[in-house]
């Protein structure tokens, strides 16, 4: 069963929203080549919340290790604690929508 990742940063999301649409692709495109399944960007004016959907948590891993240039990206967007990915599991309940 895959996993919903989550990171919560204090971060400037226009930042973020002005990155070169090239390297946005360029980061998806080898987030896909790990295993993502789907990949989200919210903002809330002084925070940036990823939600990710992977495989198993190791996928995301395996790609966050070899990618030092997300974190450029978001030391850029003013991040300068190190973020901490929470992984979910989906419950097995009868009330899913969507």
């Given at each position: 069963m895959s996993v919903l990742m989550t990171?919560?940063?204090t971060a400037d999301a226009k930042a973020i929203e002005s990155t070169d649409a090239a390297t946005l692709q360029a980061f998806a495109e080898r987030a896909k080549s790990f295993g993502v399944i789907s990949h989200h960007f919210y903002g809330n004016g002084s925070e940036v919340l990823v939600v990710d959907e992977w495989p198993d948590e190791q996928s995301f891993h395996k790609f966050f290790q070899s990618s030092p240039d997300v974190?450029?990206?978001?030391e850029r967007?003013?991040?300068t604690a190190a973020p901490t990915p929470e992984f979910?599991?989906?419950?097995d309940v009868n009330d899913s929508v969507g």
């Open positions: 990171l919560r940063v974190s450029q990206m978001m967007a003013g991040v979910w599991r989906r419950l």
